[in-house]
Structure formats: C-alpha cells, structure tokens
Nanobody
Framework: QVQLVESGGGLVQAGGSLRLSCAAS????????MGWFRQAPGKEREFVAA????????YYADSVKGRFTISRDNAKNTVYLQMNSLKPEDTAVYYC????????????????WGQGTQVTVSS
C-alpha cells in the first residue's frame, strides 16, 4: 500500500513557476512508476508527465513539454513537478499517482492517487 500527499500548489501569475512535491509512504516507492495528472473544472483528468522507477526515463504531454520537468528522489520517497512558464490554461488540480507500470500515461494504469493540490495561474 502506498499513500501519496501532494504539496506546493498555489496562485501564480502567468509566466511564473511552481514546484509541486508528492511524498509517498511505504518502503517500495522505488518500485513504482510515478506520474502527474491534472483536472480543470468541467474537464476530464488528463496526463501531464511520468517518470520511470529509477528516474532515468521521463515522458510528457505535448501541452507541457519544454516547460515542465518531472523528477524523483527515491531516497526521500518524493516525486517532483517543476512547472515553468506557466499559462492560465495550466490552472487545475494536480494529482500525483503511482503504479507498477513504467511510464504510464493512462489513468487506469495507476493504482494509487493523492488528494490533489490546486494550481491557479492568473493572466
């Protein structure tokens, strides 16, 4: 069992940056592929970024490629999402997720989810 807790969300102006963190419980964190998803009001939850067990491979949605960076520190059981050049359309609740599939992009491939953290980008 893995529990995930996100932090780092907030209000930022367009062009600004935020770094989200996701702290995981459990001793098997390094066995899980991790991902970030987001859900804007009235929209479905969508994939943002994923990282492999070791952190050596990453994958991004086209909408965030070149602006967001996913990373992980297995010694700290934490995964991060560095978000730069933020746009108003990045406004959403951001969720951390963990699963046994490496570099998963679909919701059903993840077994564990955090409660989410709100990111609001003002224009």
């Amino acid at each position: 069992q893995v529990q995930l807790v996100e932090s780092g969300g907030g209000l930022v102006q367009a062009g600004g940056s935020l770094r989200l963190s996701c702290a995981a419980s459990g001793r098997t964190f390094s066995s899980y592929g991790m991902g970030w998803f987001r859900q804007a009001p009235g929209k479905e939850r969508e994939f943002v970024a994923a990282i492999s067990w070791s952190g050596g491979r990453t994958y991004y949605a086209d909408s965030v490629k070149g602006r967001f960076t996913i990373s992980r520190d297995n010694a700290k059981n934490t995964v991060y999402l560095q978000m730069n050049s933020l746009k108003p359309e990045d406004t959403a609740v951001y969720y951390c997720a963990g699963g046994l599939t490496n570099i998963a992009t679909r919701l059903r491939e993840y077994d564990y989810w955090g409660q989410g953290t709100q990111v609001t980008v003002s224009s």
